[in-house]
C-alpha cells in the first residue's frame, strides 16, 4: 500500500487541538448550565466526551517526532483545561436543584463552587490525561502506516504560524459567541452571569 506524502504543519496541529478544546467547551456548556430537572437528554450526556476522540486526527498533520517536549506540553494543556471544563460541569450537577449553572451561568460555577469544580477537575484529570496520551499515540501509529511527511523537520512556526493560530482561534470563537448568543436570546438564558 502506498503512503500518503503530506507536508508537516505543526501549525495546524496547534490550532487544531485548540479548537478542540473550543469544542469541548461548546459541547460542555449545557452540562455546565444545566438546570438539573428535567435531566438532559442522553446526547447532551455522551457529547462531553467526543472531543477526546478528536484528538486521533492530530497526528495527521504533525507527530512531532522532532520535539517530543512540545506534543507532550500540548497534549498535557489541553488534558488539564478540558478537565477544569469537565469540573465546572460536575460542580454543577453536583449542586442542589436547580442548579447553580442554570441560576449564575458558566463563570457563575467557578466563583461560587469553584473548590468543586478543583476537585472535579483533579478526579477528570485522572482519566483525561492517560486518555489522551494514549489515544495520541495509538492514532499516531495508525497514521505512520497511512502517511510519510515531505520533510523529517518542518520549518520554524515563527511569528506568523502564531498569528495563523490566534486568528483561526479567534474567528472561530467568534462564531461560536454568536450562535450562542442567538440560543441565549431565542431562550432568554444568561450566558455569564445574571
Request: glycine share 8%; aromatic share 18%; proline share 7%.
Amino acid at each position: 500500500m502506498r503512503k500518503i506524502r503530506i507536508r508537516r504543519d505543526p501549525v495546524l496541529y496547534l490550532t487544531a487541538l485548540a479548537e478542540l478544546l473550543i469544542l469541548h467547551f461548546v459541547l460542555c456548556y449545557p452540562g455546565a448550565v444545566a438546570r438539573g430537572w428535567p435531566p438532559l437528554e442522553p446526547f447532551w450526556l455522551v457529547s462531553i466526551y467526543i472531543a477526546f476522540l478528536g484528538i486521533g486526527l492530530l497526528p495527521a498533520f504533525d507527530d512531532f517526532s522532532y520535539a517530543p517536549k512540545t506534543r507532550w506540553i500540548s497534549l498535557t494543556a489541553f488534558s488539564v483545561a478540558s478537565s477544569i471544563i469537565l469540573g465546572v460541569v460536575g460542580a454543577n450537577h453536583a449542586s442542589g436543584r436547580p442548579s447553580i449553572g442554570h441560576l449564575t451561568g458558566y463563570l457563575g460555577v467557578f466563583y461560587y463552587e469553584w473548590f468543586q469544580v478543583l476537585l472535579y477537575a483533579f478526579t477528570a484529570l485522572f482519566l483525561a490525561f492517560p486518555f489522551v496520551l494514549c489515544w495520541e499515540s495509538v492514532c499516531r501509529g495508525i497514521w505512520g502506516r497511512l502517511r510519510e511527511f515531505s520533510s523529517p523537520v518542518p520549518k520554524p512556526m515563527g511569528l506568523r504560524g502564531l498569528i495563523r493560530i490566534v486568528v483561526s482561534v479567534g474567528i472561530l470563537c467568534g462564531i461560536l459567541r454568536f450562535l450562542i448568543s442567538l440560543k441565549s436570546w431565542h431562550f432568554n438564558r444568561p450566558f455569564f452571569f445574571h
